[in-house]
């Protein structure tokens, strides 16, 4: 059995990945410091597959913690999540943002290379092609330069996999995410949002649950059909399992070289007006909102060309935007 350390691995898309290990047959050891996400998931892991993860609380910016680790566990492959993630945030701590997202990347590779370990997922993002001059995006699209220092991190990040593959032989995967929601049928597991929500979807069902009193769409002036922005929304579970696929790929050495990087996404875009009315039908519930001024920093438009991801990860997305929204809406009244 593949044994598979999953870093973050009870965040977000971190616990839907590490299910679908599970139930593909992977050995899963967890290393999480709780400081986004809380030690109730890994209970919730082990009702939904009926096996418990390894799991170690550790700081991924202390080196010899990091260290440690790799020598008490022999590891088949990395699934790298854990990250902060904040755009807004980003902006205010750089150097916060620097050190916890470069630094433990390069910690770990540099464990990878002394024990010449191999088979390495990164999560990137949508976000390094920024306004992208052509939609649907696809892989040969320039990176742009960062918006925001979240933003910078993952191309950095990119930067630092596609160099130490070259020098050192490692074989690398990044996945660059459009935009992911929802949560697990099981309803166990889901996005946990500390404080006001960012991200649109959150904030909808909050919204829709009276937590929140209205949500604000941020512009309806964009050159859309609708004039509201558009993004490539993608059910979790979806991006859970192209991660299987992309390890897989890297473990049966179908890789064709050793750094690649592949969009995640649906192909489809969705404006946010499109989104409410999706999830009002999907909730049986009518959405307070009203139109605002544009957020810094946004962009009018991204969507997957999915094409690349289908052929050589031989992956596709399973669920629709209206089954995403409903999970994200049974999530949101569990809690
Ligand atoms: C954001 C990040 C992106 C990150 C992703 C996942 C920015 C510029 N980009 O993507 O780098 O990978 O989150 O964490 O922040 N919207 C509203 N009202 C709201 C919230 C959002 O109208 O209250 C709109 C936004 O303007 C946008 C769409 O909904 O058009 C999606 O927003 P969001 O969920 O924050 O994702 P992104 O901005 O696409």
């Not at 191999?118 to 742009?144: H, M, R």
């Amino acid at each position: 059995m593949k044994k598979i350390l999953v870093t973050g691995g009870l965040g977000f898309i971190g616990s839907h990945t590490v299910v679908e290990l599970q139930n593909s047959g992977f050995d899963v050891v967890i290393i999480d410091d709780l400081s986004k996400t809380r030690i109730s998931v890994l209970d919730k892991i082990t009702e939904i597959t009926g096996k418990k993860p390894d799991y170690h609380n550790i700081d991924l910016r202390v080196k010899n913690d990091v260290k440690n680790f790799f020598d008490n566990n022999k590891i088949d492959g990395i699934i790298h999540f854990a990250a902060f993630k904040a755009v807004g945030e980003s902006m205010h701590k750089p150097l916060d943002y620097y050190e916890n997202n470069i630094g433990s990347l390069v910690y770990i590779l540099q464990e990878m290379r002394d024990r010449k370990l191999d088979n390495f997922i990164f999560s990137s993002s949508c976000t390094v092609y920024g306004q992208a001059d052509e939609l649907p995006i696809t892989e040969n699209a320039p990176v742009k330069t960062a918006e925001s220092t979240y933003g910078n991190t993952k191309q950095i990040g990119e930067e630092i996999i596609k160099e130490t593959c070259k020098a050192h032989l490692l074989n690398a995967i990044a996945l660059r995410y459009f935009n992911p929601i929802g949560a697990h049928e099981s309803v166990k597991i889901g996005e946990l949002p500390l404080g006001v929500p960012q991200n649109l979807i959150p904030f909808v069902t909050q919204t829709a649950a009276g937590i929140r009193t209205e949500l604000s769409v941020f512009g309806n002036d964009y050159p859309t059909e609708d004039g509201t922005a558009v993004r490539d929304y993608i059910h979790v579970v979806d991006l859970a399992k192209a991660h299987i696929a992309a390890l897989q790929r890297l473990i049966n050495k179908n890789n064709k070289q050793n750094f690649e990087f592949f969009n995640v996404g649906t192909g489809t875009g969705s404006s946010v007006l499109e989104v409410i009315k999706a999830f009002e039908k999907a909730s049986g519930k009518s959405l307070n909102y009203k139109i605002v001024g544009r957020r810094e920093g946004d962009i009018t438009a991204a969507y997957a060309d999915t094409t690349i991801a289908n052929t050589e990860l031989n992956w596709k997305t399973e669920k629709t935007l209206d089954e995403a929204l409903e999970s994200a809406w049974k999530w949101q009244q569990q809690n």
